[in-house]
């Protein structure tokens, strides 16, 4: 077994690992990067395990191979400069299942059951390949199961919920009823907001299918703290159809200039959410996860457009409408890829390719249209306006005329009929 390493990052580890043996000590690869290397998955996370050395050792270690950063002297985690390894010292569970203190002498199993799930607790000697799986994490990886290391473990870092629905989600596994039952009765309200975001921009992401990432939250019951609009939901018949369509948004995600953005407003926007009172629950359910302004302003718009293109092409609108419809969207083409989306549940009658390629030819159409001269400040003034606050409304009726289609020198004689400068 063979780590899916960069020839940069693989060279670095071993002469990392060569250094530890000769130092008496001994480098395990743990965590994420021996999952997923058994299940040949690319890992981006690369965690190096550094056994019987004193952090001095390990200082004196690195120091030879870099620039040495620590995260701090408690936690023993240190990383080189310009490399993308973690290197730790390991740590054993203490009595309540916490991380306890570092013990270069901790044994594996005792590293292991401070580890979240079985699947995350095995380690690979860097030089051998030799596996060590005192949980069970292979047979685990085999049967495509989730199941904790232990009630206490589990209990003292209640973000592993979310990590449990996130792997469940982008690996495709189920999680052990026990492992639900662990995570039904673990209160998560003091986890950190940013952290609870972390694990679901993941999950919505990476996984192919990011309603796994819902309803394992759902099978725990752990909605109604962090997403209660989305618990409300699911005692709904809208619950099915919300989850389908966000399962139909993921393979066109890479597509969107805002992948992210575009996913979260696929979660939004279902049979019970349209319009203003869309997007204004859209606005409460981000505020209770980010703080991102992007995602702020931008999710909500696109939840409260999100059925507008359809509509307009099942109708046949005119090229005003649709201009008018870009031009108020922060990202039309996010938009179209969520009326793509919808299309199925909005029954607009047309066919899909006929619907698609109307929107597009429109949006190409628009853009068109803006990069055409338009009127400007300096054009009212040349015309005899002074400038104040009528400008505003002179450039706004100046900017409807556009999206009309109407040319920048018809624009200004109109307005010199309609509102004609004070002399």
């Known amino acids: 077994m063979t780590p899916l390493l960069t020839d940069r990052e693989r060279a670095l580890a071993r002469t990392l690992a060569e250094l530890a043996r000769d130092a008496g000590g001994r ?21 190096i395990e550094l056994h019987r050395l004193s ?18 002297q408690s936690f023993g985690i240190y990383s080189l400069k310009g490399h993308s390894i973690d290197i730790a010292l390991p740590r054993k569970a203490d009595s309540d299942g916490g991380n306890g203190s570092v013990d270069p002498e901790a044994d594996p199993l005792s590293c292991a059951l401070r580890r979240d799930f079985t699947v995350n607790a095995m380690m690979q000697d860097v030089l051998t390949g030799e596996v ?12 495509k199961v989730l199941r904790a290391t232990s009630q206490s473990a589990f209990r003292m870092d209640p973000l592993r919920v979310f990590r449990c629905a996130r792997f469940a989600s982008v690996l495709g596994f189920r999680t052990d009823p026990a492992t639900v039952a662990l995570a039904s009765g673990t209160d998560t309200a003091s986890v950190a907001m940013e ?26 019951d752990q909605l109604r703290v962090w997403f209660p609009s989305l618990q409300a939901l699911s005692g709904t018949g809208a619950w099915g159809p919300a989850m389908r369509a966000l399962d139909a948004a993921a393979p066109l995600r ?8 575009f996913m979260l407003a696929a979660l939004l926007v279902h049979p019970e959410a349209d319009g203003t009172g869309a997007s204004d629950a859209a606005e409460r359910f981000l505020e209770r996860i980010t703080s991102e302004k992007e995602l702020l302003s ?5 939840v409260r457009d999100a059925r507008r293109p359809n509509a307009l092409a099942q109708d046949r609108a005119d090229e005003i409408a649709t201009n008018r419809l870009f031009d108020a969207s922060p990202d039309p083409e996010t938009l179209l890829l969520l009326a793509q989306v919808l299309y199925g549940e909005d029954r607009t009658g047309r066919p899909e390719r006929e619907v698609r390629a109307f929107l597009s030819d429109r949006l190409r159409l628009y853009r068109d249209w803006m990069k055409r001269p338009f009127v400007t400040g300096q054009d009212l003034i040349r015309a005899g306006y002074a400038p104040g606050k009528a400008f505003s409304a002179l ?29």
């Open 27 to 47: 480098a395990y690869f743990v965590g994420g990067i021996v999952r997923d290397t058994l299940l040949g998955r690319p890992c981006k996370d690369i965690d």
């Open 55 to 72: 952090p001095d050792a390990v200082q004196s270690l690195l120091a030879s191979l870099g620039t040495p950063l620590e995260y701090g």
């Open 132 to 143: 060590l799986d005192p949980l069970g994490g292979q047979e685990d990886l085999r049967r």
């Open 195 to 220: 952290r609870v975001m972390g694990e679901t921009e993941k999950a919505l992401l990476l996984s192919q299918r990011p309603s796994i990432y819902w309803e394992s939250l759902r099978s725990m």
């Open 254 to 261: 890479q597509l969107s200039p805002h992948p992210l953005a």
């Open 298 to 302: 931008l999710v909500p718009a696109l």
């Open 395 to 423: 450039l706004g009726r100046s900017h409807a005329l556009r999206l009309a289609g109407v040319p920048k020198e018809e624009q200004l004689r109109i307005l010199l009929r309609e509102s004609p400068p004070v002399p």
